[in-house]
């Protein structure tokens, strides 16, 4: 097993996963909760993600090709749910509803599923990823425990960045929040249907465009 072949797993995860850009995003989604329970779903989503990652990294595509789902298909059904998502923070849904709600692990309240682990961070790209490099021809399984490890060490990056989370959240304050969380609807929003669109390019239904 080369160096390289570690640098390029590490960045390849590192760019999709993008823990950098999920920490604002964590913020959003996080507004007004409290440090123990942002705790609990930072390390529910990124425990959750672990988990899809490693099944797709051994087992993603025989996964998929056993129920006959494709990965544009796997892709564009992403990008919709994630467009339902950016919709709710656009317009505040997710606030209200914590108004009127208990904080105590409301599953209703919680995004530390969906959409923090999925599509957020094991999202199709990276799902696809972790095929692409641990399915690649000739792979030793000493290749293959590279991969989850530099995976794993993306994770505790994107963990540790999530528990900032307070400190982002008292620098920006209420109208900081308030504008992270709108800039992020729209990002989302825009990552949402780019998802839907790479799955149709993949499908042949629209030409590639670059």
């Given amino acids: ?16 996963i993008d823990p950098i850009g999920l920490a604002p995003l964590f913020v959003a989604l996080t507004q007004g909760e409290s440090a123990a329970r942002r705790r609990r779903i930072a390390l529910r ?16 595509e025989s996964l998929l090709a056993g129920i006959g789902i494709s990965m544009p298909a796997f892709r564009i059904a992403g990008g919709i749910l994630l467009f339902l998502t950016a919709l709710d923070m ?17 599953p209703e309240s919680d995004p530390s599923v969906f959409p ?6 094991a999202g199709p790209g990276a799902l696809a990823t972790m095929v692409l490099l641990a399915g690649a021809p000739g792979t030793t399984w000493e290749s293959i425990l590279a991969v989850h490890l530099m995976m794993l ?10 528990l900032s989370a307070g400190l982002l ?11 992270v969380t709108r800039l992020m609807g729209m990002l989302l929003a825009a990552l949402s249907v780019q ?3 790479d799955g149709l390019v993949q499908t042949g239904l629209l030409p590639f465009q670059g």
């Fill in 1 to 16: 097993m080369e160096l390289a072949f570690v640098i390029t797993a590490f960045t390849a995860l590192f760019v999709v």
């Fill in 45 to 60: 989503a990124c425990a959750v993600a672990f988990g899809l990652l490693t099944l797709f990294g051994l087992f993603g």
């Fill in 90 to 106: 656009l317009f505040e849904r997710r606030t209200k509803r914590r108004q009127g709600q208990a904080q105590d692990d409301d």
């Fill in 116 to 121: 923090l682990a999925m599509p957020l961070t």
């Fill in 153 to 162: 060490a993306v994770l505790i990056i994107a963990f540790f960045l999530f």
């Fill in 169 to 179: 959240e008292r620098v920006l304050g209420n109208t900081g929040i308030m504008v």
């Fill in 195 to 197: 998802f839907v669109l």
